[in-house]
Structure formats: C-alpha cells, structure tokens
C-alpha cells in the first residue's frame, strides 16, 4: 500500500512540475545516408544553415558526404571526397565547416604503412560542394606519425581556424608500444589558421605533452579562439585542460577542474566547448573516484575562470559528451549512460547557472565503439542531433530536438 501511495504521489508531482519544465520532443528525421555510414557530425552557420557530413563503406573505398538541412528534410547528398587509404576510426573522424560560402572539410589518409601513421587532409568548396579543391595537408613536418582528431572553426576574414594532435615527437628508434602506438616523444596538441585559398597562415604547438587519443574542441570567445583537450602528466594525470588566444600569445595550459584522474591509457573520451562572448561552457568524462562521471562547468570571462563544476551523470555513464549553446543563453548537454550492452543518448538542459531544467534520452543504440560519438548543433533554439546506429550494419541517424 505505501509504494502504491508513493507511485500515486510521484506521478501527482510530475503531473504539476511539467506545466513549468521545459519540453523536449523528439521528431526523426529520414537519413540520407546508406547502409554502412558512420560518424557523423553536424555544424551550423552564422545564417542557422544546418551542415551534416559523414562517411560510407563501399566495397573498394570510403566515401565522405555531406548535406544540409532543409525544413524538416535532408537535401539530396553530396560527394566532398573518396578513398581506399584513409584513417578510419569511431572516434577520429571527419569534419565539416562554412565559412562566408567556402566549405571546408577534413579527413584523415595514411601516410605510410603504418597502421597510425596518418595526415589530416583538408579540401574546399567555393560553389556549394559541387566542385572541391585539390587537397593540402595541414601540418608541415612531413613525417610519417598519428595527426588527427581535428577541430576547425570559422574566423574573421576568410580565414579558419583548426586544431589536432600531432605526433611527430612519438617518432624515435625505441620499439612500438604494446598498443600499436609508438613510444618516443609525447603527443602533442597543435593549432594553425589557414585562408579561403589553402594556404596555411600559422601554425602553433599549444601543448608539448598530451593524452594521445582524445578528441580536441575548440570555440571563438569574445577575445578569440579557447582550445580545450586531455592533458597527460608525467605521472599519468590526464584532466580536461585549455588554453586561450589572447593578444596575439597562447596561454599557458591549465586545467578546467583538478579531477586529478590516473589512468595508464587514453580513455578516447574528449571535452566539448562552446562559447559566445565571454560565456563558456564546457562538458567532459572523468573516472577519478572510481566510477563514471560527466561534467559540466561554466565561464563569464571567457574562460579565464569556471565555476565549480555540476555532476551531469555518474555511475553508468561511458559520456561521449557533447555541448550546444543556444540563442536564449541556455547551454545542452548529450552524453551516453549504458545498460548492459545497450546505451541510451541522452540531452540535458541547463541555464548559464549550472542549473538543469530538463533532460530526456533522445535515442538508443550500442554501447560498443561502433555507435561513436553522438554529435548536435543549434537549429535556432532547437538543436539537431545525429547519431550512428549499429546493429548487423551501421547507419546514421539524426533528429530535431524541439525545446519548447
């Protein structure tokens, strides 16, 4: 009798709170993609034009397509580029930006022989992806080593801005590591700006000693481009660390929060950041006291300072995080919580106070490394969300989040 007087009381008390909670529905969208797509990503322009790039496996090459969003209908896709020798992963993969009408993608295609031996390639698009550019490789060391999870963004006068792990410096005569990955130097995190026309206008090295496996995010603040990413200490200490562009000069990198998480690998869990002004938010996973978590913590002042940070999900979550700043200044938040060998996608709601006011799970799909990464972005003050679904083949899903 008292749990039935609780369950009665519980669902009076949601049946009042809902009539003040933000709405979240759900409406699938057709894919445009086959059988056999994977990681996706999706990117919005200053217009709320909605971009949604992903890969296919044919049966001799890998096919990189994009379209955008029409309505509530894809456009037909896009051909940017195709090959039998690209770097291929669930967690590194392509991207897609629009900057002023000129596209920009990247992809990953192996150098050499070696299984992480690999160069980020980057192509364009003055005509709306009918005709793509011959590509150019954004990094200038020429040496046969892992570069990749890339980060690119829009800047000012036709220039853009884009950051990767670079591991140059893991070159050396000592023998590769258990992991497939070479033991010499540390990975590094570099960043560089490059024009409309291809041509790379800088370059810097932001981190000389990173985690080797985690994605990098980057986003445009008031005084210019924050890069957040997996630092790595000598005593295998690896945070969520940033650094900022200010007056010309990187910062010196610091941590967001000092989860001080010990952990021999890469956990292949990167941050999510996103900015307008000086409000910055930025979301990731940590493991430090011995079980899950996913976090959020925020800044108004451009990321010089955050606050302490909230406790998104825990226990049972495997995060792949991702971050959206909408028009009205509330911040969403996607990660992954995990039941057995399935894994729910779920998106929160919080205002620029670190306070939740909704969340829902949006999809289920694997748990495993094939379903990747979920990715979302504005559309408006609703957010698109994409996702990959792999049962006896992948393909990519995406929804429009209506936040009402």
Request: one cysteine or more; aromatic letters at 10%.
């Amino acid at each position: 009798m008292n749990r039935v007087f609780y369950f009665l009381c519980l669902l009076a008390f949601c049946a009042c709170q809902s009539n003040n909670e933000l709405k979240i529905e759900v409406l699938s969208l057709d894919s445009p993609a086959s059988t056999n797509s994977l990681t996706p990503r999706l990117f919005t322009n200053d217009e709320g034009k909605v971009y949604l790039s992903w890969l296919e496996r044919k049966s001799e090459s890998i096919q990189f397509k994009f379209t955008t969003l029409n309505g509530t209908k894809w456009d037909a896709p896009k051909l940017i580029s195709e090959g039998n020798n690209w770097f291929v992963n669930w967690a590194d993969f392509p991207s897609l930006i629009e900057n002023r009408g000129t596209l920009s993608a990247h992809w990953l295609k192996k150098r050499a022989e070696g299984t992480y031996d690999y160069d980020v390639h980057v192509t364009q698009s003055r005509d709306r992806g009918q005709v793509w550019s011959s590509s150019f490789i954004a990094h200038k060391d020429s040496i046969a080593a892992e570069h990749g999870f890339v980060s690119m963004l829009p800047l000012d006068e036709n220039q853009n801005f884009i950051t990767w792990l670079d591991g140059r410096n893991t070159k050396s005569d000592t023998q590769m590591s258990h992991n497939g990955h070479h033991s010499g130097g540390a990975m590094t995190i570099r960043a560089g700006i490059f024009d409309d026309e291809g041509e790379m206008i800088n370059e810097w090295e932001l981190d000389g000693r990173t985690c080797d496996c985690c994605q990098t995010t980057a986003a445009i603040t008031s005084n210019g481009p924050i890069v957040a990413y997996r630092d790595r200490s000598h005593e295998e200490i690896r945070d969520i660390y940033i650094t900022r562009h200010l007056n010309g000069k990187w910062t010196t990198p610091k941590a967001i929060y000092n989860d001080n998480w010990e952990i021999k690998g890469c956990p292949v869990n990167g941050p999510s950041i996103v900015a307008s002004q000086d409000l910055v938010a930025i979301a990731w996973f940590t493991a430090t006291p011995g079980f899950s978590q996913v976090k959020m913590a925020i800044s108004k002042d451009g990321g010089e300072n955050f606050n302490t940070p909230v406790i998104i999900s825990q226990g049972n979550t495997n995060g792949r995080v991702g971050t959206v700043l909408l028009e009205n200044g509330n911040i969403a938040v996607s990660w992954m919580e995990t039941i057995d060998k399935e894994a729910n996608i779920l998106v929160g709601i919080f205002d620029r106070e670190g306070n939740e006011i909704n969340r829902k799970i949006i999809a289920q799909t694997a748990a495993s490394r094939a379903s990747g990464f979920p990715v979302m972005t504005r559309n408006g003050n609703n957010l698109i969300m994409a996702w990959t679904e792999s049962e006896e083949s992948s393909i990519v899903k995406s929804a429009i989040i209506s936040l009402d």
